[in-house]
């Protein structure tokens, strides 16, 4: 069987559609399937919206989130109640398209243990958009060694794949990341990314920037290199200017050269306090990590199997 995990935050115009057009698609290539839509602590109807899907087609189950934990904890609730020998990713707005699922399923058929959807192109997209997606995936992608660039969060995995991911203890998880991390046998198939069928992306410019400062801490620490990079430059700079010091001193020239001290005030000042920030942000991640605290907290649940047990 095949579980599809779809996360939905405030779909409820999408999720009726969602859920027949997958269906329409996996029972016309005959592939046994369970749609679970896991609810992200949505504001609107989404939740009884699943609800409602879930009772006219046994095939639907979903859980809800007690509040907003963001698509990375949905995608894992989801994978975490799947029952499917292999499972499938896939976003609620049909950005990603449901036609190719039995492509990926015919290869899993054949073998691959990871299918992976890679775009062909990334949507219609701003110009500096563009450019800093292009900059987060080229750090991400040197961070774990793996081309990232196209990568997205449309994939079909085996179950043995799913398990290796639940069973990671982290708290942070960049799904698309952890996947390329994990390995096994990888096979792509490209799509192009379909416009938005309803609603609005839920991403804004600042909420990615932010998520890509995270992604980039969580697995990488050349950040923190940087700071000792930029020690050995101003160690470098303070021997010039100490030899220039001393020969100044020397000439009985050493009232001059107030400027200088200014200049290095501020220059070492200010690379003391960005490296502070660096490493105080690393230990504000291992923080969160050892607090341990769960990924997501599932308030409700629904459809077949679950007999409305959480
Ligand atoms: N999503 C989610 N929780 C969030 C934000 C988004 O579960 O906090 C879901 C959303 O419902 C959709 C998918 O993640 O199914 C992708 O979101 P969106 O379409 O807004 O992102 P984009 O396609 O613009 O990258
Ligand atoms: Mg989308």
Redesign the pocket.
Known sequence: MLSVV??????AGAISQAAQSIGQVLRNADIPYELIF?D?GSADSSWEEIMQTAEQDPTVRGISFSR?F??EA?IFAGMEVSKGECCAVM???L?HPPEKLPEMYALWQQGWEVVNGVKTDRGQESGLHSFAAKTFYSIMSKAIRLDMSRASDFKLMDRRVVKTLLDLSEHKTFFRALVAWAGFRTAEVEFSVAE?TVGD???STASLFRYAISNIAAYSSAPMQIVTVLGVLTLLLSLVLGVQTLVNWACGGAADGFTTVIILMLLIGSILMISLGIIGYYIAQIFIEVKARPRYLVARACGQERNGQV
């Not at 779809?6 to 779909?11: D, F, Q, R, S």
């Open positions: 779809i996360p939905a935050y405030n779909e896991v992200d907003n963001g698509k949905a976003d609620c707005d950005q938005r992306t839920h991403w």
